[in-house]
Nanobody, 123 residues
């Protein structure tokens, strides 16, 4: 399984970005997917997750109402729409595939990770 994240960049505070993660393999629709982020000097933290069907989602409190996770099982992609960005959202964002079909918050629940895409929000 390979995960390729894209869409990061430099944006001003209040702006928006859309991250996308393309997954290889024919079993993408069987698994939950998630996004994590890691800022310099900090541990990797959970951002958002979505179940295999897309019916269930979960967000960390700091991004609720600003970020939206979605998936397209026909295209093997999972996206993260980032809106109303803040400087504290600056981090490398990683997509990951869970070990099962449901929403998973803990990073230990993910078996495969993408390479990350940098998001930088200027004030």
């Amino acid at each position: 399984v390979q995960l390729q994240a894209s869409g990061g960049g430099l944006v001003q505070a209040g702006g928006s970005l859309r991250l996308s993660c393309a997954a290889s393999g024919r079993t993408f629709s069987n698994y939950g997917m998630g996004w994590f982020r890691q800022a310099p000097g900090k541990e990797r933290e959970f951002v958002a997750a979505i179940s295999w069907s897309g019916d269930s989602t979960s967000y960390t409190d700091s991004v609720k109402g600003r970020f939206t996770i979605s998936r397209d099982n026909a295209k093997n992609t999972v996206d993260l729409q980032l809106s109303s960005l803040k400087p504290e959202d600056t981090a490398v964002y990683y997509c990951a595939r869970a070990g099962g079909p449901f929403v998973v918050v803990a990073p230990e629940g993910y078996r495969y990770w993408g390479q990350g895409t940098q998001v930088t929000v200027s004030s």
